[in-house]
């Protein structure tokens, strides 16, 4: 059975860091690529950055580019994101999901977590 787990999601202040962590278990991790998704209340999740499971290659949200940084230790069966410079819009429950390839998709996804809220308040 496949489990995603998410943790460290919190409340911090504008300004503030944050850093999520994901383990997986029931499927080889290293072959898959991993991505992380939010969803504000009211709006459709949507895509925050993922990592290709090959080369690492990574992608990101413009709205995140600078500010967060994903990472991935296949020895450890997990994943990260590192969030930065948060501000109030980053607020919102943020899922990580594992998949064939690295894209902006949530339908792309195989796997899901069940998610970690994440407040940032002004």
């Known amino acids: 059975q496949v489990q995603l787990v998410e943790s460290g999601g919190g409340l911090v202040q504008a300004g503030g860091s944050l850093r999520l962590s994901c383990a997986a278990s029931?499927?080889?991790?290293?072959?898959?690529?991993m991505g992380w998704f939010r969803q504000a209340p009211g709006k459709e999740r949507e895509f925050v950055t993922a990592i290709g499971w090959i080369d690492g290659t990574t992608s990101y949200a413009d709205s995140v580019k600078g500010r967060f940084s994903i990472s991935r230790d296949n020895a450890k069966n997990s994943l990260y994101l590192q969030m930065t410079s948060l501000k109030p819009e980053d607020t919102a429950v943020y899922y990580c999901?594992?998949?064939?390839?690295?894209?902006?998709?949530?339908?792309?996804?195989?796997?899901w977590g069940q998610g970690t809220q994440v407040t940032v308040s002004s």
């Open positions: 029931g499927l080889t991790f290293r072959g898959y690529a």
């Open positions: 999901a594992a998949g064939r390839f690295p894209i902006a998709t949530p339908r792309g996804y195989d796997y």
